[in-house]
């Protein structure tokens, strides 16, 4: 798992979502001069989302001497993205860790995606104790 490059709606949107988000808070956007620094990470990666006691076929079947067992094989595995943004909050000064919000989804279209950052970005920020 490793950082990834947003494109550029999905920039845009995480861009636009922290600057109001943040001016909500009563946190201003000042260059140099800043108190905090803010950090955004995005993460994706693969996921498999096995769905419980649904899509089982049974088998019965004999384990050696001791025995007599059951298996399962489910066929209703479903393989998806998952991303994960993580954003920090960094003291100016000292460069020490503030605060860390975390929020995870699953990838889906682009629209869906800049949707899913922007209900993030609001969920971490309103999070931020400062």
Sequence with gaps: MGSTRLGPTLAAALQSSLRSSLTARGLNESGRNADLYIVPIVFTREQLNVPPERGFTVYSSRYG???RGRWAMNAD???YREGTLVIDF?????HKLVFRGLAQAAV?????NAA????AVNKIVAA???
């Design 128 to 130: 931020y104790p400062g």
């Design 90 to 94: 960094v003291d100016s000064k000292t």
């Design 108 to 112: 889906g279209s682009t629209e869906r």
């Design 77 to 79: 595995v479903q393989e």
């Design 116 to 119: 899913a950052v922007q209900e």
């Design 65 to 67: 001497a001791y025995s």
